[in-house]
């Protein structure tokens, strides 16, 4: 699964994250050209940490768009590490990191 792409950027301590998960977002409910049902394949889960440490967490579920967008913010400093790992219904693992700027 491709990376995910983070953009982290510090102003006046407070840091704002874009986070941009590709992936292709199935629900399951879905028919293809040929009338069958497109087996679901979402991600189910996320969490972000911030120099190793848990920031938050998120349950994700098929409503999520194709290719999510997230965006957030929290307290942080320039030079910090922010990583994101996410995990979909199919069990695959995704992980990107960006220092913050």
């Known amino acids: 699964m491709s990376l ?5 950027v ?5 840091v704002s ?6 992936h292709p977002n199935e ?3 879905r028919r293809d050209e040929g009338g069958n ?4 394949h979402f991600v189910q889960e996320a969490e972000v940490k911030l120099n190793g440490d ?3 967490e998120m349950q994700l579920g098929p409503s999520v768009s194709r290719n999510q967008f997230l965006q957030y913010r929290f307290k942080g400093k320039m030079g910090d590490k922010m990583s994101v ?12 990191e960006a220092l913050v700027k």
């Not at 995910?4 to 982290?8: F, G, Q």
């Not at 510090?10 to 407070?14: A, I, K, N, W």
């Open 85 to 96: 790992m996410c995990k979909d219904n199919h069990g695959v693992v995704f992980t990107g």
């Open 37 to 40: 049902i497109v087996p679901a």
């Open 4 to 8: 995910l792409r983070i953009v982290a």
């Open 17 to 22: 994250a874009k986070v941009i998960i590709p």
């Open 10 to 14: 510090e102003d006046q301590g407070v």
């Open 54 to 56: 848990s920031l938050f």
């Open 27 to 29: 629900s399951g409910m």
